[in-house]
């Protein structure tokens, strides 16, 4: 979907940086490569190879969402997840994955812990090791499928048990993954 800007006054140099951002915007509105795959363009989506090259640097934790295009329950959470600021705000302090699973290429192991069901989101220290006991806490959920989330509280709550087990230093630092975290330090 193309946008066309058609300014009703004369552009000067401090109208440009907006009329930039809304081009932007309305070209990777309609690219299916943009990366967020529904998920929301305000986060900063990585690829799987960037994304565990990055954490490595930064020492932040990952966050991976797995989905698939024509699934049900994908649908249903895209806009949820794209419209929440919460999970905006929580996502800057994450390295979020986008992993679109319709293609014909297999995941790796570590992306289908306990099936491959979609949609799972999965959390991983900033080394790439997989955090398993950081799943859905839920009530309600399915007991075979631990890393599907159906809702924005959900998915606050595991990004927030993430969260304690790599407290914020001054400088924004993560320290190692932490094996010894416990589910009743929460």
Known sequence: MKIRIVPLVPVTLLHLPAIVVARVIAQDSGNENSGDHGFGLSYRWRSVSGGFTEAKKTRKPIMVVVHKLGCPACANL??????????LDLSQHFVMVNVEASGE?????????DGAYVPRILFFCPDGKLLREIDNQDPNREPN????????GQIVDSMLRV????????????????TEFKRQDL
């Open 78 to 87: 895209r806009p949820k997840f794209a419209n929440s600021l919460k999970l």
């Open 105 to 113: 290429k297999q995941l790796p192991d570590k992306f289908v812990p």
């Open 145 to 152: 499928y631990k890393y599907h989330y159906w809702n924005v």
């Open 163 to 178: 969260l304690k087990m790599f407290p914020q230093m001054s400088t924004h630092c993560y320290p190692t993954c932490r």
